[in-house]
């Protein structure tokens, strides 16, 4: 969908890199590397290692199921505590306020693969991939993500109070307290403890900057063809299930993000959270796409790779084979024949057998 706004259209990009998020980058890094040294030379306790994996994983649920499922999509309902808990586990990932990031997002989806894209793959893998973090913003997607409808997020107190603190939310939530409980609790190095948050919080902006480039660049179209995003099983294990990108793109209210991550949820960890949720009765409401909605979006938009579709194109009439020729055996010669003439046999032969 194209910036409709003339004026904005004609502004000129100037290109232009973002030194403060390069510097936070690079110090980011530089502790992350430190990070996997500690763990290489045997310098991180046991626990530190089991607590960086679970405030890992806490992190990725907060970006998936939380900012992603549940707030950019309102693909399922939840309880307040449960929405209070995707909050701080968005927190904990330190990848901006559930607002900011809901925002890039819905702007991604309004905007795809245009210059209001704040990822947009034309601009290369390299920029789609990580590049958009450090270079300023085209004049089209800051119009379009001052007029992209935030309103359920600004109205909710909770997602509201998380975007006005979110500095020292920042300060106290994602780098002091998983820093401080290793350190408090079972006498982990202040250091080790501050790198391995910091190879944590690479790891889960990682999950995401994977998916921005890889899964607009290559790999199957199954449910949309004209769309950029495709189908990617690497990803969708990175990301614990956020690789179906054509289905995602196709169908975004759909909790599942993937149209078998219910019954496989080897396919999905975060379709398998949210139903584990939903059992105990913390989220309920989950929107799907129905099989018909699945079957008839595969066969007017899909590339033919979905197996509805490999399975209808093989269910074709004679007249779809009139221009193509087959060699076949007729009378012990062989004969080059139309597939149509071919087709008319079998259909005799087969009215034969039932007169028979
Ligand atoms: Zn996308
Ligand atoms: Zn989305």
């Known amino acids: 969908m194209p910036s409709n706004d003339a004026k904005v259209n004609e502004k000129k990009y100037k290109y232009e890199i973002l030194w403060f998020m390069v510097s936070m980058g690079t110090l980011i890094s530089i502790e992350s590397i430190l990070g996997i040294y500690y763990i290489s030379v045997g310098k991180v306790l046991t626990k530190t290692l089991f607590f960086s994996l679970a405030t890992f994983l806490i992190g990725g649920i907060g970006a998936g199921p939380g900012a992603h499922r549940f707030f950019s999509h309102h693909a399922y309902k939840a309880t307040r505590q449960f929405k209070i808990f995707l909050i701080f586990a968005q927190q904990i990932s330190g990848m901006k306020s559930v607002i900011s ?25 390299f920029f789609s991939f990580f590049g958009w973090l450090f270079i300023a913003p085209t004049p089209q997607y800051i119009y379009e993500s001052n007029r992209i409808d935030l309103d359920d997020l600004f109205s909710d107190s909770d997602v509201a109070f998380q975007y006005k603190h979110y500095s020292k939310l920042y300060i106290a939530i994602t780098m002091l307290l998983p820093t401080i409980i290793p350190t408090l609790i079972w006498n982990e190095s202040i250091y080790v403890a501050f790198s391995m948050n910091m190879l944590k919080m690479s790891l889960n902006f990682l999950q995401l900057l994977v998916g921005n480039g890889f899964v607009h660049w290559d790999g199957p179209k199954p449910y949309d063809a004209t769309s950029t995003a495709t189908d990617n099983v690497l990803y969708n294990f990175i990301t614990l299930g956020e690789g179906f990108h054509n289905y995602h793109h196709t ?37 799907i796409a129905t099989p018909e909605m699945i079957r008839r979006r595969v066969l007017k938009t899909g590339d033919g790779s979905h197996w509805i579709a490999k399975r209808k194109a093989l269910k074709t009439n004679e007249n779809d084979y009139s221009d193509e020729n087959v060699v076949r055996s007729v009378n012990g010669s062989l004969k080059l024949e139309s597939i149509a003439e071919v087709m008319k046999d079998v259909k005799i032969l087969q009215e034969k057998l039932v007169c028979s």
């Open 251 to 287: 169908f975004p209210f759909d909790y599942r993000n993937n149209e078998f991550s219910s019954l496989w949820y080897v396919n999905s960890l975060s379709t398998f959270f949210i139903d584990l949720c939903g059992l105990f009765g913390l989220v309920y409401d989950k929107k």
């Open 101 to 125: 990031w809901c925002q890039i997002h819905r702007v991604h989806h309004k905007f795809s693969d245009t210059e209001a894209d704040p990822t947009n793959i034309k601009r290369g893998l």
